[in-house]
């Protein structure tokens, strides 16, 4: 029986081809070590990395809602002891007295037509005198919606001009707040307890007199519209 020859390139523990293969193994499992440690210390670093620049933007974050200046404003109070609202309220006088002249001189018209009209009732018939009647209402009702319309245009004036001053004086609180470095401005009504440092009430109504005081204010009351106009 022939028995079969062994292959040149079998590998015989001990032999040097054994050997080789055994210290390439080697390496190659080195290397395969050393690429897995370098990826997973890649991985640790980037997460290190971004747990980091979240923690930074955290803290950017929070140290943006801080509040460490705070400002009190008594807005309302400093609108009723400007100096432009004791002016608005002047022009304001001046418009109801022209008005209170204007329909005192129609008013005592119309009494005076009245009279007429009632010494007339037994010369007049009664389709005539019921039409001097009725035109004569007509025209006090007219006079009465332009009474209510006149006082209503003085609230509304009145309000316009008070607005313009509440602007500047809101401006001029921005201002102070950024002069003071101030983080946030109270009204004044709504805190109870407050160190009177904190209060820019008497800054602000310093400036606003000063910047209103050449300020060219005017009260103007449009005449009310007739029917053709409307």
Do not use: W
């Amino acid at each position: 029986m022939i028995k079969p020859e062994r292959s040149s390139s079998s590998l015989v523990p001990g032999s040097r081809t054994s050997a080789t293969m055994a210290s390439l193994t080697s390496r190659i499992f080195s290397s395969l070590l050393i690429c897995g440690a370098l990826l997973m210390g890649g991985v640790t670093i980037s997460a290190m990395t971004g747990s980091m620049i979240d923690t930074a933007h955290a803290q950017e974050t929070n140290d943006d809602m801080v509040i460490r200046r705070i400002g009190l404003i008594d807005l309302e109070g400093v609108l009723r002891a400007s100096k432009g609202t004791a002016k608005v309220r002047e022009l304001l006088d001046k418009q109801r007295q022209l008005f209170q002249q204007e329909f005192s001189e129609r008013e005592a018209g119309l009494q005076q037509r009245e009279r007429e009209l009632t010494s007339q009732r037994e010369l007049l018939s009664e389709e005539a005198f019921a039409e001097k009647l009725a035109q004569f209402e007509a025209d006090v009702a007219t006079i009465q919606k332009e009474i209510q319309y006149r006082r209503e245009a003085i609230d509304l004036a009145f309000q316009e001009a008070q607005s313009k001053l509440r602007r500047i004086a809101l401006e001029i609180v921005t201002e102070v707040a950024g002069e003071k470095r101030l983080d946030l401005v109270l009204i004044k009504d709504s805190v109870l307890i407050f160190r009177p440092t904190l209060n820019i009430s008497d800054e602000v109504l310093q400036r606003l007199d000063e910047r209103t005081k050449n300020a060219r204010l005017e009260v103007t009351v449009d005449p009310p519209k007739t029917a053709g106009q409307e």
